[in-house]
């Protein structure tokens, strides 16, 4: 895919999946998951766990078209408010 969104997913899944288009649809994939009551669950932090961090590394060095689509997808999924600045 190119990112292109479609109006209807049937332009574009197979019809052996049409009865998972829920999983396809933009609108749905840009918000966050419903809450799950027992199943959700909270990560308890042992003291002492940042000194217990990886190092930081250098990152990969990319292309100029994939720079712009990895800034795409940054502002698209801060758009949603799926991830926020740190």
Request: aromatic residues 12%.
């Amino acid at each position: 895919m190119d990112g292109t969104t479609f109006a209807d997913p049937r332009e574009y899944v197979p019809k052996e999946l049409f009865e998972y288009l829920d999983v396809f649809n933009d609108r749905k994939a840009k918000e966050m998951p419903q809450d799950r009551g027992e199943w959700n669950f909270r990560i308890e932090f042992i003291e002492g766990w940042e000194k217990k961090l990886p190092k930081p590394a250098k990152r990969y060095r990319l292309t100029k078209a994939e720079q712009q689509a990895e800034l795409e997808t940054l502002q698209e999924l801060q758009d949603a408010g799926m991830i926020r600045p740190s």
